[in-house]
């Protein structure tokens, strides 16, 4: 299976990020695995953002405060990872992930900038 992020390199302080993870080779509905988006900041360990299962059930890391929500689309076979109320913080690598079978397979990161 292969991930591929994709989405805005920089953005601005209190705008909406939007990042995709389109998955190819496997399908997000496979049961048992989970999607999942992670971050690192610069300089700092990685961050558990939230997931979402096979099943569409959806799990967040309390410490974004409810601006991070998770969705997909089956049809596209992706999944997308939305961050509201940017603030510089929130800049990083931000990578999304399949966890099944007591595996993980990363993409390759895509980099996020806040700034204005």
């Known amino acids: 299976v292969l991930l591929q992020e994709s989405g805005p390199g920089l953005v601005k302080p209190s705008q909406t990020l939007s990042l995709t993870c389109a998955v190819s080779g496997g399908s997000i509905t496979t049961a048992s695995y989970s999607w999942t988006w992670i971050r690192q900041p610069p300089g700092k360990g990685l961050e558990w953002i939230g997931s979402?299962?096979?099943?569409?059930?959806?799990f967040y890391s309390p410490s974004l405060k409810s601006r991070n929500s998770i969705s997909r689309d089956t049809s596209k076979n992706q999944f997308t990872l939305q961050l509201i109320l940017l603030t510089p913080e929130d800049t990083g690598l931000y990578y999304c992930d399949r966890y099944g079978s007591g595996l993980d397979t990363w993409g390759q990161g895509t980099l996020v900038t806040v700034s204005s």
């Open positions: 979402i299962r096979y099943s569409g059930s959806t």
